[in-house]
């Protein structure tokens, strides 16, 4: 079968087209033939090598896909050969905390990823998705989706009437738009450009501020709160942007950190944490538990996901090459 | 001025017109011209001395109302003359959890209400309401649509895609299914009236069980949910529904109990509260931080209070008998 | 290998020595060679068949119970052969709530238990157990332990200065008493004997009532709590104590449901759950993850639990007997 | 009166003792006569202008106090004179989450504190103290003694059986071990000081780093955590320490940041805290539902705080130099 590997090949991004047998399966094993795979900023740092430390070469790339259910290892119950199902960002999450080893079980970092015609996954790692969805919509689900659910809607969750902070218009926070939407939120979003600015209008946003013409845009934040600050901010700029979070947010406030985009190093003046009491979460995707929430409400809204542009199988290597652009508005699509 | 009182006088349902003096205003406190006032069906229960065992004679009924500031009392500086305020059901409970002081302040209960033409309160006990409602919509808020919000909104709270059962179409219910949408979920309402099922449905339930022509309501309930059983039960019923509520309720779940219509004592089998986990919170009314939270979510999404009948001051006893006939669908209110 | 059924032989209490092959491992199962297992009240239950309506005949009896791994399934990972483990109540609750699947897999219940030479177990539904305890001491956990611990430490658990109300001097109320002064708590029991609250005094409690010579001990709660109430109590005892512990508890309070002893079936007024803001939570037993969290307490504090007395595997009908009775002051063993 | 005022006076630390009228009392104060007080470093940043931006000269250092009540102004009801009570950090604090205007209540910060012969404050902003405390030791209570608290033991607090770190023997810190002990949990504290880890282990603690002779103190508690890390860390240290503290929290784990020592500004990398899903919670002391809180666990286990040194009222700039000195172990305290 044809399959993405990572490979020391800085001339081609690292990601080369390679050819493995098709895998074995395990006992309570199930093989997916690939239909959809999504990225996230995640695959783009793990390719550049620069997500964690310690990435081996030599493993498949991605988290995120759509698949069919093509053949049952022994002892499989909870699946039927046919189903549509997508990926679990961390099979071994379930429910409950995350741990280091249900950390460790994260798809295309440390172990395999998807980008292959076939996959061999736990039953436990698949699960089904709304089946008003198309297999590219499905496909954006396993990380980015889940992530903001896991931000904005598990625990003391956003609520009704309250005012969220959202960063910029890649996959997390335009979920986290749809989400916050659902759960009758204001929503006040930032952005580079306005015209994203007016796409998330239409999405549902109420206001949108243009981080280039406001750079310090808490201030206009704290001005469309009355001086109050925002009940929710979800924090995916990473430390180049928390300290101006943390102005924007009210006093008891919530942020929850995804970070990545600027990195997660940085000079950090965290005064205003201790003297509002606000309380800041680390976020790391989500468990079964919260994907089959959300898939709940999903369901439920008939949402869609926003697909930016699906690239097929052939050109991942475009699929990247335009995540790293930062042009999108939503989610890349890979199909196969 | 012209007051209610609570007298022993059966004939008249024990709700006498009077003269009183005007309120002299205490250090902090204002003085409201009433407006609009509105009934809760504790305030017949208070009428017929069943709602507790020690409540003196003398004392003006209801609790919810909405009027005009006309005069400060000394040291208030936090209102001013001329604004329009609602009542808080407690004037003692701000904030954090209830206590026997806050329970103790409750209006036209122990303490008297605001069926009078002035009424004297602390200015902490009485809070702006959106601009968007009328009178008669605003007075309908202290205690139904705080209740409603406590059940639902406070602490672990219904989220979107969640599926919460709602009993009838009083107060508390209507002002639920409100919240419920704005919240994203997924409404199952009960009623003895098909006619009151489809007015349901138009508020946006989406699914309606008449408990006369389905007795064993809670089986349907199972069925819509795929034999899972709902989130969270918003019980109004009391003991009488109490044990349909708890097999209709999934692993896990929730009931806010809220009780009253048929009476808090009787017989309840609770096996399945253990057996599956179930949290049973009582609800009373709510603080000023949980109104000003409920405020902000009325006034993002112009929600209108049902307000299904107003009568004037003057007819206040017909208001009584309109509630008692229960033929009502929202709420009823009365305008000085 | 030797094994107890549950027959329908009411001359022997349905409890009957036979004679079965030694179980046959499965995918990821071990075999334990059981070496002490504790009684609960559930298990009288089950053998009276007044537990559950669809108790099927045939089954083994008991959840808890000590062994050591003499066998490994395919796939097993976890454990090794040698290993003394205790059993899991149910063995598929690992993490996050429970959900009816979870339930369903409860030992010596709708499951075979494990009074038995032998038990065949998935490697997920057994766990180690602290160094210092005996067989017998750690053969009471998975059950009475489990309960207690969920019961009061878990999510709004007990805090070091509150007061905890509990019932009795069986399994749960006497590990929650020992967990409760572990947290820093101040304990009020209940007893019908003198002599059993001078036992509990010894273990640590602060008061004792004997409900008795005080039938109305809420009253004498009250009193011990300057009239406030207390802010959790441990509901052994069921709808029949019930009452009383809404009117001991605090505004604000917390009742943990676990029932049984007087029956789940019975008249209740529940407007103090309304009136006091109260919240009543039933709990079936806990998970894994509370498992081990007790684990590493009762570790550190070098606990141990209170054994009443230890039969032999021959004299389990004795065993059964002797909890009938209610003469017993902690856990009844048997050991193998 | 005798007061110490906050002037611009570098040559006498910006202290400086003066005279001024006994204030009078307005509707719902009370006249406190003051009998000790006790230094928080933010008094230090106080004095040295360090703690935020606008702070303005002559007011009156310190926060935390004991004292008698002696007069009642009009409208008092809660308190009686002769009464001993304590100082609330913030008076505007009673109850629920934290705002603006109550965090702008603060003592010696931008109101008035409590360094002077008579104090009026409002009756909602004096508590009363457990009685088996002197008044030295009282007067620790109101910021250290609180926050400490509100970073272990409200929400989800820590548990018996968990791990906490502590940093450093400062009043916080000191507090928090004393709790933790009473808690129940495991407590490992840093210092860079042998004798002052042997102090910290005659209190309860049980493992003491010094992180002069082991900079990388992280790596410690992760081996005597047997790799896991820590539930629970009290950052005491900063933006200094925070790095180290985040690879000493397990997974799931919790930080409460209270700053303050190394500064709040610096370099940090927070991917840890993605990864490891961790929350980092700012603590600003907390509510008077706290205060009492923790003194009904003070009363219960007749805690005595820490006071390292008394000095008298007219050696306060000592008590100031004693502090910044960095010798203390515990509270320092000024008596009237």
Known sequence: MKVYEIQSKPESGNLVLTER??????????LLKMRSASLNYRDLQV?????????????VPLSDGVGEIVALGEGVTKV????????????????GDLTREKANSALGGAAN?????????????????????SD??????????????????????????????????????????????????RIIITSSSDEKLDRARQLGAHEGINYIATPNWY???LELTDGRGVDHVVEVGGVGTLNHSMRAARYGGRITYIGVLTG????VNVFSLIAKNIRLQGIYVGSRVMFEAMNSAIAL?????????????????????????????GKIVIRF
């Open 21 to 30: 047998p098709q895998p074995q399966l395990a006992h309570g094993q199930v």
């Open 219 to 221: 201030k206009r934040v």
């Open 113 to 133: 990823g998807i980008l292959a015609e076939y996959v061999a996954l736990p039953q436990d790692g698949v699960i089904s998705v709304p089946p008003h969805l």
């Open 301 to 329: 809204h008939t949402l869609h996901p926003v697909v930016d542009r699906v690239f097929p199988f052939s050109e991942a290597h475009s699929a990247f090459a335009y995540m790293q652009s930062g042009q999108h508005f």
């Open 47 to 59: 390719l550049r090598r620069t997500y964690t430390a310690e990435q081996p070469f030599g493993i």
């Open 264 to 267: 997660n190093a940085g000079e």
């Open 136 to 185: 590219e919509e499905a496909a954006t689900l396993p990380c980015a989706a889940v992530t903001a659910w896991h931000a904005l809607m598990v625990g003391e969750s956003l609520k009704a009437g309250e005012t969220v902070l959202l960063q910029g218009t890649g996959g997390v926070s335009l979920f986290a738009l749809q989400f916050a939407k659902m759960a009758g939120a």
């Open 80 to 95: 039927k050969v046919g189903e549509r199902v997508a990926t679990l960002f961390m099979p071994e999450w379930q429910a």
